[in-house]
């Protein structure tokens, strides 16, 4: 049994290998055509109208794929803090509604009485108040 689990992770280790080497392979041969598509483009400008006015188009090229990649980047940046927000809120909402969670706190209740849980629950809500302030203005720092 373990023999084949140590089978399957080899397998899958292969292929993501493979995997990984044919991405590569496409995206270097992605950056050749590219590169000979901006040589090809800057001679034609060049030939036409002159060498700063090809310097100036091959710039404007590059411009316009940085903004696209940067706002590709910016889009993705978003949609992850977006699903890392909503998982955050799921496991949150996910603890209350267990059912083992409540009867321990129905347990602690009983075994602490009422009396004393009060000035418990009180130094538990400010610690989860600054807790939550702090990670706050942890998540309004600059983004690298």
Request: glycine share 6%.
């Amino acid at each position: 049994m373990l023999q084949r689990m140590i089978d399957d992770v080899r397998d899958a280790a292969g292929t993501a290998l493979r995997q990984t080497s044919l991405a590569a392979m496409a995206a270097i041969a992605l950056f050749i055509t590219t590169a000979f598509l901006c040589a090809a483009a800057f001679i034609a400008v060049l030939n036409r109208y002159g060498p700063v006015e090809a310097c100036f188009a091959g710039a404007a090229i590059f411009f316009v794929v940085t903004l696209l990649a940067a706002g590709t980047y910016l889009l993705r940046k978003r949609q992850i803090e977006a699903r890392t927000a909503a998982r955050a809120k799921a496991a949150a909402s996910s603890m209350l509604a267990d059912p083992a969670l409540l009867v321990t706190g129905i347990q602690i209740v009983r075994a602490l009485g009422v009396k004393r849980l009060v000035p418990i629950l009180a130094i538990g809500g400010l610690a989860l108040g600054l807790m939550a302030s702090r990670s706050q203005a942890g998540d309004q720092a600059p983004a690298e």
